[in-house]
């Protein structure tokens, strides 16, 4: 398995308090992606990473952010957490491919579960 | 963007069977093409994926192939498994590097 790993795996919490998600890597990879997972729904991507200090939004970034000041850590942050952000949040990286886009294999984390209460 | 759709949501088969899972996508500028496997509790992982140069691509039981003039890309698995039960979602994946997931198709076999 690729070095990844997220952290907390688990975490409860109360509606409006900061929960901030780490994934650690240790392949220096240049992309790294953030999804949720809810039933119905797939993956949905929520932030990426494609170099140091270089995120963009995903298809449901609001209520989110994220930060990447070195290779090895991109953080989600939830400055305000809701009940509608509950979900299974799963970091991917990736090498990419050599070109201009990431055209490579995703590998993702175990997960981690959030619930807001 | 990318918007990609995949069919159907949930496929059951009888063991032994052939399934099919179809995607369609949008970015015409797309060029890579995969198939990642869930099984029930753990992470996604690739399985198969095909560059926009080559129309089909095998890898034992299973398959995918591409139709670019269409925009869409299928997965194919042959003799199915009770093994191959898990979801299954194929992504696109934008110029800007924005790699967006099909919803997911639950494949069931059944003994």
């Known amino acids: 398995d690729a070095g990844i790993t997220q952290s907390p795996r688990h975490k409860v919490t109360e509606t409006g308090t900061p929960v901030t998600l780490r994934c650690h890597q240790t392949e220096n990879h240049r992309y790294m992606y953030w999804y949720r997972q809810d039933p119905g729904h797939g993956l949905r991507l929520i932030h990426y990473?494609?170099?140091?200090?270089?995120?963009d939004k995903g298809e449901v970034s609001d209520g989110y952010s994220v930060s990447r000041s070195k290779t090895e850590d991109f953080l989600l942050t939830l400055e305000s957490a809701t009940s509608s952000q509950t979900s299974v949040y799963f970091c991917a990286i990736s090498a990419g491919s050599g070109g201009t886009a990431n055209t490579g294999e995703l590998f993702f984390g175990e997960g981690s579960r959030l619930t807001v209460l | 963007g990318e918007n990609v759709e995949q069919h159907p949501s949930t496929l059951s088969v009888q063991e032994g069977d052939s399934a099919v899972i179809k995607c369609t996508y949008s970015?015409?500028?797309?060029?890579?093409f995969p198939w990642y496997k869930q099984e029930l509790g753990k992470r996604p992982q690739l399985i198969i994926d095909i560059r926009s140069n080559v129309g089909e691509k095998k890898d034992q039981r299973i398959a995918v192939t591409l139709n670019k003039t269409a925009k869409h890309f299928s997965l194919h698995i042959t003799e199915t498994q009770p093994e191959d039960s898990a979801v299954y979602f194929c992504a696109g994946y934008s110029s800007a590097s924005k790699i967006i997931f099909g919803s997911g198709t639950r494949l069931s076999i059944r003994p």
């Open positions: 990473s494609y170099g140091v200090k270089d995120t």
């Open positions: 970015d015409s500028a797309s060029n890579y």
